[in-house]
T-cell receptor
Framework: DAGVIQSPRHEVTEMGQEVTLRCKPISGHNSLFWYRQTMMRGLELLIYFNNNVPIDDSGMPEDRFSAKMPNASFSTLKIQPSEPRDSAVYFC???FGQGIEAFFGQGTRLTVV | GIQVEQSPPDLILQEGANSTLRCNFSDSVNNLQWFHQNPWGQLINLFYIPSGTKQNGRLSATTVATERYSLLYISSSQTTDSGVYFCAVVTGGFKTIFGAGTRLFVKA
């Protein structure tokens, strides 16, 4: 298996623009997680899905952030409008069931200028 | 919410030395993982260890769930071991919470 695949790997955008990050989980995994990593706050869980349904989105920082999982093989994290403080590395992870070992993608480094 | 504390925050080793990293957590957890984040930012799975002891080459880990801690042992450290080591716990609500990490630098 190719592992968790995220795209793009790097994104530079101007403040106010919409940003969409994409994630393909490992085939057969039914739990998917979005994390954000910054120097100040470390690795934070933003939202996680189980069987394509959002279970806990309490980590989503503001209404500007939204996430969807239309099917078992694809998820998006959207920021609209983006702000410089959203600059971070965003990771997607998947696991075979809740509470089971999670595997991470390579991350997307987002820079908002 | 649950607190996950890792120690030490920073560690410098001479190549060949051994070390022990610790992870304390404040409440019962369903599972625990150790990750290594390499200098390129990739998060690599080391151990999935809700309890007991596991070994993989020069690395081993022990989790004592009843006492709410886990230890990661690195023996005969190499420069490629440098990076940040994270402990992550899975709570009763199936949320995964990361510690702040231990930053390791191994000198040649």
């Amino acid at each position: 298996d190719a592992g968790v695949i995220q795209s793009p790997r790097h994104e530079v955008t101007e403040m106010g623009q919409e940003v969409t990050l994409r994630c393909k989980p490992i085939s057969g995994h039914n739990s998917l997680f979005w994390y954000r990593q910054t120097m100040m706050r470390g690795l934070e869980l933003l939202i996680y899905f189980n069987n394509n349904v959002p279970i806990d989105d309490s980590g989503m920082p503001e209404d500007r952030f939204s996430a969807k999982m239309p099917n078992a093989s694809f998820s998006t994290l959207k920021i609209q409008p983006s702000e410089p403080r959203d600059s971070a590395v965003y990771f997607c992870a998947s696991s075979f069931g809740q509470g089971i070992e999670a595997f991470f993608g390579q991350g997307t480094r987002l820079t908002v200028v | 919410g649950i607190q996950v504390e890792q120690s030490p925050p920073d560690l410098i080793l001479q190549e060949g030395a051994n070390s022990t990293l610790r992870c304390n957590f404040s409440d019962s957890v369903n599972n625990l993982q150790w990750f290594h984040q390499n200098p390129w930012g990739q998060l690599i799975n080391l151990f999935y260890i809700p309890s007991g002891t596991k070994q993989n080459g020069r690395l081993s880990a022990t989790t004592v769930a009843t006492e709410r801690y886990s230890l990661l042992y690195i023996s005969s450290s190499q420069t490629t071991d440098s990076g940040v080591y994270f402990c992550a716990v899975v709570t009763g609500g199936f949320k995964t919470i990361f510690g702040a990490g231990t930053r390791l630098f191994v000198k040649a």
